[in-house]
């Protein structure tokens, strides 16, 4: 069980970061495009280690890596869309609840054979994931409809992509991630294609950029309204946007780091354990602010940072 917990704790780190990163980009440029250049790189990693590590090729390996690359691009589209939308400390634990729950009501159905302790874990952790996203003065403000939607979408996504990923043979290898990642890259770039010639594609898309993208320009002083200065933050824009697209590739070679040990994780161990603890990416993003950013921790998210290690221990002896 250590192994599992130190895979599967490895994966949410990575993807806590990766989430940070990818959610200001999707705050700069198109949610679509942030998410195709995330998943270009995240593709990049996984041939390589499929090259590296292998795995065999087999019906039920192709289909649930098929699978799982629907889901998991449905769910990472509509992850950003929220993160973009609507506030990160509401979003952020309400799709971490449900991509945990989603396994874990799987692990339940089908009779899981876990102990006691490691079920009072999978609490303790679910709990400490949704308590580290909370914020003393959260605005609900942003959390239109539309916003809730996608966040519950990408957590249901997400969270039934790793069910596919864990129905796979254990000597599939790396090839169900491989899949999941590649063909959602593929699925990916024929929406960046289509969109432009289908309407209603398109109209379905923009729903996912339906906030204010943050700009250069936007933060400029009213005063500062004449061509030159124009120029300028024309300029300043076009920066910003190269930025971003810097940040969503570096996010998506964080997400094919996090893709690989999630799959040695679900090779492992329990889907539900594995799930959970993934889904502790929100400590990543916390501490993430509280050493770059300087925020402050709060006494909520703090015990949710306590509780995760708790039920992180508790998993390593169970």
Not at 17 to 42: C, E, H, K, Q, W
Not at 97 to 111: E, M, N
Not at 232 to 254: N, T
Request: no cysteine; glycine share 10%; hydrophobic share 60%.
């Amino acid at each position: 069980m250590i192994l599992i917990v130190v895979l599967a704790l490895g994966s949410a780190m990575l993807y806590g970061v990766a989430d940070f990163m990818g959610g200001v980009a999707s705050r700069r440029i198109p949610v679509l495009v942030a998410t195709t250049i995330n998943y270009a790189l995240a593709a990049v990693v996984l041939v390589v280690t499929l090259l590296v590590v292998g795995g065999a090729w087999s019906a039920p390996a192709v289909i649930g890596g098929l699978v799982a690359a629907v889901l998991a691009a449905v769910g990472f589209l509509t992850f950003y869309a929220a993160l973009a939308a609507g506030p990160i400390s509401l979003m952020s634990p309400l799709m971490a609840l449900l991509s945990s729950a989603v396994p874990v009501i799987v692990a339940l159905v089908l009779g899981d054979q876990l102990g006691p302790i490691a079920w009072i874990a999978i609490v303790v952790a679910i709990a400490g994931s949704v308590m580290i996203g909370i914020e003393r003065r959260v605005s609900t403000r942003g959390a239109t409809p539309r916003t809730l939607t996608f966040a519950v979408v990408a957590g249901l996504g997400l969270g039934g992509a790793t069910v596919a990923l864990d129905a796979v043979p254990e000597d599939a290898g790396m090839v169900p991630v491989f899949l999941d990642t590649t063909v959602g890259f593929v699925l990916l770039l024929a929406l960046v294609g289509l969109a432009p010639r289908v309407p209603a594609l398109r109209r379905l898309l923009a729903t996912l950029d339906a906030h204010e993208p943050v700009l250069a320009s936007a933060t400029a002083s009213p005063a500062r309204s004449s061509e030159p200065v124009s120029t300028d933050s024309d300029a300043a824009d076009a920066l910003a946007r190269r930025r971003a697209r810097l940040l969503a590739a570096g996010a998506g070679i964080l997400v094919g780091g996090a893709n690989v040990l999630l799959m040695l994780a679900l090779h492992a161990g329990s889907v539900a354990v594995v799930a959970v603890l993934v889904n502790l990416y929100p400590v990543a993003t916390v501490l993430l602010a509280w050493v770059l950013l300087r925020e402050r921790v709060n006494a909520v998210q703090g015990t949710g940072i306590v509780l995760a290690v708790a039920a992180s221990v508790m998993l390593g002896l169970a």
